[in-house]
Each structure stands twice: as structure tokens, then as C-alpha cells.
């Protein structure tokens, strides 16, 4: 995290992500890539069948709040299998679509299916804590449900960096609830649901591995409130946020400042 960065963030979430950091980092690393190359071709029905159908629900709801307008140039970070860009294209068939992610596997099975329907997305394969992006490249950034496997300060430090003054970065994610016996319950779903989901799905080595993790990545993120508080510390401006009964899931809209 640079000087600059660090001057304008509470050092509570500085301490906070230097926390994720030293705990995640191998993960992060060395294991991550070999999680989504062995889900890529299943991931988006996993997701759902992991979510009881709430992973389509809550894109679908995440993309239609996005506001966008002919010739916009958008970047999907952590794009995956281009599920948000897809969903972009349909409304807007003429905005310019690139995707990031580091994940080639992820990124070649989305690619397959914006080619499916007729949609050119501009894919990029690169870690996304250094955006290969020109200063106010982009209208507007999206981001979803990959914050918790990122060093967001330095993340979302570079989102803003490539918008636009005036564009928007929209985000979503599985988020920490509030509520202690929510955060409880909620905890142990997802211990149940990934374990069950990896059996189901015939999931590898790599992902077995990481059941605790993906758990344990919520129990360290930031709540609605949280992360609503960070972003406006690391610049943006006219932050508003709406979230899933018990905080489980929040989507959050921040403007780079004119």
C-alpha cells in the first residue's frame, strides 16, 4: 500500500488488511489458480445450487443497477466467466467490455460463452492489484463477489485510478454480517453448503483444501457499513449501499469525484 493510500484509510483497516494479508497470502498465491481452473467449467452452477438459486438473483440484481449508456467503457474486474459483462451486453449490446482476471481457465470458459451469444469482451489475464490500464481509461468498473480473495485498499485504490472523474465503480460481494448470531448461522451454512457442493460436483484436490478458507475469508472481510467507510477513505465520493436481509450480501455504488 503506498504512502498515499495509507494517509487517507483509518488504521483500523489498515490493520485489518495487513491482518488478511499475513494470513491469506499463501492461499492467495499458491492455491487459488488451482481452484478456479478445476471449477471454471462448473462454477456458475455450483454457485447456485451452493446458494439455493440466490447467486443468478443477486447478479441479476447487481447488473441491472448499474447504470449505463451507449459507447460506455467498462471494465469487469475479477470478470470470471464474464457472467456480469454478458449481462451488460444484453442491455447495451454497443458498450466496450473488458474483462480482468487472473484466472485463465475462468476467463477462456467466458470468453466461450460471450462468443456464444455474439458478444465481444476484451480479456485481459493478469493479477488485478495493478491494473495494465491507462489513468481514467474507464466510465465504469464493476466488481463482484471476488473482494474477500483481495487486497482491497490496493484494489480498489487502482479501480478508482482508472476511472474516470465522474465514473462509477460498482461492487458486490458476500460481506460479514453485523449481527453475531447471523455471522454464526451464516458461518455454519457455508461450511456445510461447500463441503457439499465440492462432493457434489466431483471438485479436486485444491478446492477440498480450501473449505475452511472460504469460510474463514467472510469471518475476516468488512460488513456493508465497513466497507461503505473504506471506500470513502480511499476517495470516492457519494457512496450509497443496499444489502441482502441479515448483511450476508450488499451491493455498493462509489463515484470517482469530478
Known amino acids: 500500500m503506498s504512502d498515499a493510500v ?31 481452473a478445476d471449477v471454471a467449467p462448473y462454477y456458475d452452477v455450483a454457485s447456485d445450487v451452493a446458494s439455493l438459486g440466490l447467486c443468478s438473483l443477486w447478479r441479476r440484481r447487481f447488473t441491472t443497477s448499474v447504470e449505463i449508456a ?13 457472467g456480469v ?10 458498450l466496450n467490455v473488458s474483462a480482468i482476471d487472473r484466472s485463465a481457465a475462468m476467463q477462456e470458459e467466458g470468453q466461450k460463452r460471450a462468443k456464444a451469444r455474439g458478444f465481444k469482451i476484451e480479456s485481459h489475464i493478469q493479477d ?11 466510465d465504469i468498473v464493476t466488481l463482484q463477489f471476488a473482494s474477500r480473495h483481495l487486497r482491497v485498499v490496493d484494489v480498489f485504490s487502482e479501480i478508482r485510478r482508472v476511472l474516470r472523474p465522474g465514473g462509477s465503480f460498482y461492487h458486490c460481494d458476500m460481506l460479514k454480517p453485523e449481527n453475531p448470531l447471523v455471522a454464526t448461522l ?8 461447500v463441503s457439499g457442493t465440492a462432493l457434489a460436483f466431483g471438485s479436486g484436490e485444491a478446492a477440498w483444501s480450501c473449505r475452511d478458507y472460504f469460510v474463514r475469508a467472510i469471518e475476516l472481510f468488512y460488513s456493508a457499513a465497513e466497507l461503505s467507510e473504506l471506500l470513502k477513505g480511499i476517495g470516492f465520493a457519494k457512496v450509497t449501499v443496499n ?16
Not at 449481462?87 to 449490446?93: G, I, V
Not at 444489502?243 to 469530478?258: C, I, M, Q, T
Open 70 to 82: 451507449s459507447g460506455d467503457r467498462v471494465l469487469d474486474v475479477c470478470a470470471g466467466t464474464n
Open 186 to 193: 451464516y458461518g455454519g451454512y457455508l461450511k456445510a453448503c
Open 243 to 258: 444489502s441482502a436481509p441479515g448483511g450476508v450480501v450488499a451491493w455498493h455504488r462509489a463515484v470517482k469525484p469530478e
Open 85 to 94: 459483462g454478458i449481462e451488460l451486453l444484453k442491455r447495451q449490446p454497443d
Open 128 to 138: 488485478v492489484h495493478s491494473l495494465p490500464f491507462p489513468d481514467e481509461s474507464f
Open 6 to 36: 495509507d494517509t487517507q484509510i483509518d488504521l483500523d483497516f489498515l490493520g485489518r488488511e495487513r491482518a488478511r494479508r499475513d494470513e491469506f497470502t499463501p492461499i492467495w498465491q499458491d492455491t487459488l489458480d488451482a481452484v478456479f
